[in-house]
């Protein structure tokens, strides 16, 4: 081998080994690293190149309230009717959110909670996604499970 290969080989090999050991580090903690917004193009990128999957854009802080209510069901007895409007402010498509509805008394003390997944309160033929800026309404049917219920707060997941 000549003394010019011997200089040049060496030095490739190595680089060509640690940039594979990178695109394996990269693989395997890919959901991790696109849960950032900075790293998300690149590991979406990487995943097509790679025939990988990554999981749905997730930020439930960046949905943010834009009108609420609740009532009683007047046709229901013990049964209250969240109404929600709500929009995403992120800058990339989401899934629907879990909606977590806290039932608070009178000093805000927690007296009822749930959680609904979307599957529990999405019509049929909705969009899989809430686009950017998008706003989207959903209507709740909340069982009363307390007296002491006044008011309530809500939480995106």
């Known amino acids: 081998m000549a003394a010019g290969a011997r200089k040049f080989g060496l030095p490739a090999v190595t680089a060509i080994l640690a940039l594979a050991l990178l695109l394996q580090i990269a693989v395997a903690e890919r959901e991790r690293l696109a849960r950032s917004a900075f790293w998300r193009p690149a590991v979406e990128h990487l995943c097509l190149l790679a025939s990988c999957r990554l999981s749905a854009w997730r930020q439930p802080d960046a949905f943010t309230p834009v009108q609420q209510a609740v009532a009683a069901d007047p046709r229901q007895a013990g049964v209250l009717r969240v109404q929600l409007a709500f929009r995403n402010d992120a800058a990339r498509p989401q899934p629907w959110p879990q909606i977590e509805i806290a039932l608070t008394g009178i000093d805000g003390e927690t007296v009822g909670l749930r959680r609904f997944a979307p599957a529990e309160y999405l019509n049929a033929g909705q969009a899989a996604e809430i686009q950017p800026g998008q706003t989207v309404s ?20």
Do not use: H, M, N, Y
Request: without cysteine; neutral net charge; charged residues 30%.
């Open 138 to 157: 959903v209507e709740i049917a909340l069982q009363e499970t307390s007296a002491k219920a006044a008011g309530f707060r809500f939480d995106f997941r």
